[in-house]
């Protein structure tokens, strides 16, 4: 009878293929969009958190807080301080400017640095030339280390710019610089949002060339810490050292994940919303298995009474609906997990900041396990109902 | 009050599910109904009482028309009697087993085994051929795919069908239709053929085709019971039992019978 059941069951899906197909197209929809939404979401998480772990679980920043009483760039000094641990420090002083190359003018931001940081700030990798020397450094010379981005703004023609000369006006001089190296365009979430339009040379050479730049005063550090050392201890050993060369409130001490926090906090608004976008979905697929469902009921009713009339057993019945219901909602579930993951997967090879492919199964089994349920109770219930009846009742129902 | 003595058959043992229409026997009546009644209750606690009490013996191999006049309760005791609606009280034994006894699954198979029923509007499931809408009551027996398709094959070959087994409901006549039910309530070999107004629907030349079936099936040994309210139709039978106000007002036996001359299967519409 099992048999004879699924065949029946198989035939009655056939035969009203329209019904079918909508009810199967409501759960498709429904575990589609949950699974799709809410996978969205964390696959965007994991690529931020990705580029945090690969960039920054080791960096510190120690800001100075200008708007405090008694605040003061920190000094020459303080890094001394600092060097006892086991950091590196970056030394910065950054300065605005604009770049001109031929027509093309570009805001440009100076960074004043040392010749050691690429080795401290491991995110920067050359793509073009080099990285200025110490050499270059000792004797202030007019070169640059533009960003990928400044790279493709003032030289839009140009795949290497490297050996040309940028014409840079800062705060009132107007000086001229060589370009020796590009660097690769900052990776991940972080780069594709960042606009970097810059450009590194020596602190002398800055210090050289702008005027009211202080030597030896910098407003914030970004500091490095040894890979096999504990950040949050490192953390506290430099607030306490600088706890005792200034009041403490006018500086701050950040970890990579603090400056990144907004980050976190608009992925969480992101999954937040695109679950409630998903749970939408789910819903209005299961108000259309539903409706479908119910719509089917008069018609289907009739049938069940003639069904009964010719000897069909109440259990019959059920199991038939049952098999019905069970295989158009697990059909239609697997197609929309099909569908989610091969949509996700596509948008994993497209969108470039988004690099790791995550499928939560939970939510998969939840899209899954409610459109099912919605699909099997509203096919099953009525047909309960119906089989409840005297034949001649269901016969009659109008 | 109403015995209806047609003791012109054979006997029967009564033991088997499906005996053969043929050797249907005269020592139990196939159906023994005693006081039933049947109380609807509609909105506002009216109620209407279909059945008010009523007594009726058919033996096997009978022939008989219900007639009445519309809400005398003659499609409500038809509907009982094929166990498709349940009396409020009374006795119902068919073929000498009490039905109000029997559980749902039991019910079903009472249904199944025992009575073919005709409706007028002949339910056919729309999008099923005319072989496999026959074959289905056999398929909630259980019998298998093979010998479903014989005996429904049979069946529809009987009522003159054989060259429409795989057309659908859409692409038959009204009469192809019901042949096609009548060939669903032969197919499971029933105790009682009952017909519910089976020319109803039809224009009176399909419906004496009908008829003529009908005559032949009797003629054959089928008990065959049928509702109708047109004089004519219940002269077909032998015997016409007269319902008003849900008892039975007279059970007069058909003495002048046109004897069917059509053979089943003829051409219609």
Redesign the interface.
């Known amino acids: 009878m099992l048999f004879e059941n699924v065949r029946t069951a198989f035939v009655a899906l056939l035969e009203n293929r329209l019904r079918s197909l909508l009810t199967l197209l409501g759960v498709v929809i429904g575990v589609f969009a949950v699974t799709s939404t809410v996978s969205l979401g964390e696959i965007a998480t994991a690529g931020i958190t990705g580029e945090i772990q690969a960039f920054g679980s080791q960096t510190l920043f120690v800001q100075v807080l200008f708007d405090e009483p008694g605040a003061e760039p920190f000094t020459d000094d303080d890094v001394e301080a600092l060097s006892r641990l086991p950091i590196a420090i970056l030394l910065q002083q950054t300065a605005g400017a604009t770049g001109v190359v031929g027509e093309e003018r570009v805001s440009l931001r100076l960074v004043g640095t040392v010749a050691d940081a690429p080795e401290i700030d491991r995110s920067i990798e050359l793509a073009r030339g080099r990285y200025f020397s110490p050499d270059d450094a000792a004797r202030a010379a007019s070169v640059i280390v533009l960003s990928a981005d400044a790279a493709e703004e003032l030289f839009p023609n140009d795949d290497d710019p490297v050996g040309e000369d940028i014409l840079v006006e800062v705060r009132g001089g107007r000086v001229l610089y060589t370009v020796i190296g590009v660097k690769e365009p900052v990776g991940g979430a972080l780069g594709t949002f960042a606009n970097d339009v810059s450009g590194d040379l020596p602190l002398e050479t800055l210090y050289r060339d702008v005027p009211g730049i202080r030597q030896g005063e910098y407003d914030f550090l970004p500091i490095s810490i040894d890979l096999d050392r504990d950040a949050s201890i490192v953390e506290q050993q430099v607030t306490s050292i600088l706890d005792r060369r200034r009041p403490p409130d006018t500086y701050a001490v950040q970890t990579i994940e603090g400056a990144l926090s907004l980050f976190n906090t608009i992925t969480v608004i992101l999954q937040a919303l695109l679950g409630g976008i998903g749970a939408i979905s789910l819903l209005v697929g299961g108000i259309g298995i539903l409706n479908i469902m119910l719509v089917s009921v008069t018609e289907r009713t009739r049938e069940i009474g003639l069904r009964k009339a010719l000897g069909a057993t109440p259990q019959t019945i059920l199991q038939q609906f049952l098999i019905e219901a069970v295989f158009l909602t697990v059909l239609g579930g697997a197609v929309g997990v099909a569908l989610s993951i091969a949509s996700l997967w596509g948008i994993v090879q497209v969108v470039p900041f988004l690099d790791v492919f995550v499928i939560n199964p939970v939510v998969v089994a939840m899209a899954f396990l409610v459109s099912v349920a919605t699909g099997v109770i509203f096919g099953v219930w009525p047909a309960r109902r119906a089989a409840a009846l005297s034949p001649i009742e269901a016969l009659r129902y109008e | 009050m109403n015995d209806a003595s047609h003791a012109n058959h054979a006997p029967n043992a009564m033991t088997g599910d499906a005996p053969t229409p043929g050797q249907a026997a005269a020592s139990r009546p196939v159906i023994e109904a005693h006081d039933l009644r049947k109380v609807y209750t509609l909105g506002a606690g009216m109620e209407v009482h279909a059945l008010r009490g009523l007594d009726l013996r058919v033996m096997p191999g009978e022939y008989a028309a219900i007639m009445g006049p519309s809400g005398s309760g003659k499609s409500t005791l038809l ?1 009982i009697l ?1 166990c ?3 009396p409020t009280s009374g006795s119902y034994q068919l073929s000498g087993e009490e039905v109000a006894d029997l559980d ?2 039991r019910l ?2 009472v ?3 025992r009575i073919g ?1 005709v ?1 007028q509007a002949y ?1 056919l ?1 729309g ?2 051929s005319a072989l496999e809408n026959v074959a ?2 056999l ?4 019998v298998n795919a093979r010998a479903r398709r014989d005996a429904a094959r049979n069946a529809l070959d009987r009522v003159g069908l054989a060259d429409r087994m795989g057309h659908r409901p859409n692409e038959l006549s009204g009469g192809q239709k019901q042949r096609v039910a009548i060939a ?1 309530a032969l197919a ?1 070999e029933p105790d009682i053929l009952l017909a519910d107004e089976p020319t109803g629907n039809l224009d009176s030349k399909t419906g004496q085709e009908i008829l003529g079936l009908f005559d032949a099936l009797h003629a054959e040994g089928r008990t065959i019971l049928m509702v109708t309210h047109e004089e004519d139709v219940a002269e077909h039978t032998e015997r016409i039992i007269r319902i008003r106000d849900g008892v039975v007002e007279a059970s007069e036996s058909v003495t002048q019978r046109r004897r069917p001359t059509l053979m089943p299967g003829g051409a219609e519409g």
Request: proline residues 4%; hydrophobic residues 25%.
């Open positions: 509907q094929g498709l609606d349940t749902e699954e079903s198979q249904r199944n085994r029923f409706f339910n499931l999008r099923a289905l009551p398929m909630y027996r259980g669903r499971t």
